[in-house]
């Protein structure tokens, strides 16, 4: 089984840039499950349900989870395993990096990522994270990258733990860009497929919170082109 | 239960610097140099995000808010003007105490005695305050995202939406930064495609 495990950012951003129904298709595209846990249920439907500003956004996600688009991880993993194993990333993956001075740990990935993160280590088979948040990408991506731009960022030594930092480094993921350049491809967005729509679909993903650069977004359109 | 005096060492040192910003800003608002709160609550804001505490943040919103609210003249020609400014000056000393003390959770609750007074000041006043306070906590936000932590970690410090963040992390340009990703985003998008065949 293939599982699509999407963190709260890309929903988001998906929805603000009016692009959430193109999961439906590109569901019907893919030989697996789409999943968000409970934690990103919360973020992405029950406090946004809450709030009357973003309460039609938090319908439309539900729409897709009451249609089977989306599914719940706990329909897969055991919720209380999920949540132990949770505990053991956000411990792991908040202890790689601590000031030199005072050796303050810093916190980089909260609750919803982590779970993320937990229920690809447990499910029982491939599966791939949509994540837009850097930190989180870089923690399970190349964690030794986060030592200099954390130190640039917050103009101060940092010292990286090397044990930890092995025990997050395993993860596949993607963007939101990445997955609506996918939909781009197989002509599922019910728009003229030229890169002027793609140009249009991966600012608005990056304006609503998609951690992406200008250039990635040109190297993005540079391989429609070839 | 009696709250803890004494902390570690980084945690009197850190409340020490809090005091200090308290006593500053006590003295700018009784000046109305609206400037020199926003200096003061820019220092607090770097020390907010190395420490990632609610009381760095707290305190940076407040400081930050009244040199909005002291910006705007006209404010202070409005009738509910006095009452307010008296009410927070008084409650900036009990902070100012607290923070002597290194009692960060009385400290908290003074802050947070300030917050529900302007939410439940009426009148145009509460309401232009009311305005600025939630600017305020999203534009800390946006710093607090600028200096590296993350967008969730950002939310839950100051209690606001993913959802509001979003739209302001998209006007950001920390993105632009280069950084030497470990997978390109040739290799991103092949390993999408093959997940999908």
Redesign the interface.
């Known amino acids: 089984m293939k599982f699509l495990i999407f963190d709260a950012g890309p929903i988001i951003s998906l929805t603000m840039s009016g692009l959430l129904q193109v999961l439906e298709k590109l569901k019907k595209d893919f030989k697996g499950e789409f999943i968000i846990t409970n934690a990103v249920k919360r973020e992405v439907i029950d406090r946004p349900y809450k709030n009357k500003k973003y309460k039609l956004e938090s319908i439309q996600v539900q729409n897709l989870l009451d249609k089977g688009i989306l599914k719940l991880s706990s329909e897969f993993v055991d919720e209380n395993k999920l949540n132990k194993e949770t505990d053991k990333i956000l411990k792991r993956a908040n202890s790689v990096l601590q000031t030199t001075y005072n050796k303050k740990k810093i916190k980089l990935i909260q609750e919803g990522e982590a779970t993320c993160l937990a229920f690809a280590n447990l499910c029982e088979g491939e599966s791939v994270i949509v994540v837009d948040e850097r930190n989180t990408r870089l923690l399970g991506e190349a964690p030794e990258k986060l030592e200099a731009l954390m130190e640039r960022k917050l103009h101060t030594l940092l010292d990286f733990n090397s044990e930890f930092a092995q025990i997050t480094n395993k993860y596949k993921m993607i963007r939101s860009t990445e997955l609506m350049y996918l939909a781009f491809k197989k002509n599922l967005l019910n728009l003229e497929k030229d890169i002027e729509t793609l140009d249009a679909i991966l600012y608005s993903l990056k304006f609503n919170g998609t951690a992406i650069s200008s250039e990635e977004i040109e190297e993005i359109k540079r391989l429609t082109k070839k | 239960m009696n709250e803890k005096e004494f902390g570690s060492f980084?945690e009197i040192q850190d409340m020490s610097n809090i005091s200090r910003i308290l006593k500053e800003s006590k003295q700018a608002i009784l000046v109305k140099d609206w400037m020199k709160l926003k200096n003061l609550s820019n220092q607090t804001i770097?020390s907010a995000?190395?420490?990632?505490d609610p009381v760095n943040i707290v305190i940076a919103v407040l400081v930050y808010s009244f040199s909005k609210v002291l910006q705007r003249e006209s404010y202070q020609r409005m009738k509910e003007w006095d009452l307010f400014y008296k009410y927070i000056l008084e409650n900036w000393d009990l902070m100012i105490n607290a923070s002597q003390k290194n009692k960060k959770q009385e400290l908290l609750n003074y802050a947070g005695e300030i917050r529900n007074y302007l939410n439940n000041m009426t009148g145009n006043l509460g309401e232009y305050i009311k305005d600025i306070f939630r600017k305020a906590e999203i534009n800390k936000a946006f710093k607090l995202y600028?200096?590296?932590?993350?967008?969730?970690?950002t939310a839950?410090l100051l209690g606001i939406?993913?959802?509001?963040?979003?739209?302001y992390?998209?006007?950001s340009n920390i993105?632009?930064?280069?950084?030497?990703?470990?997978?390109?985003?040739?290799q991103?998008?092949k390993?999408?495609?093959d997940?999908?065949k």
Do not use: C, M, P
């Not at chain 2, 995000?49 to 990632?52: C, D, M, Y």
């Open positions: 980084e770097h995000t190395i420490h990632q600028e200096h590296g932590i993350s967008s969730a970690q839950e939406s993913l959802w509001d963040l979003a739209s992390i998209g006007q993105y632009e930064t280069h950084v030497n990703n470990k997978i390109s985003e040739k991103r998008i390993l999408i495609e997940f999908f």
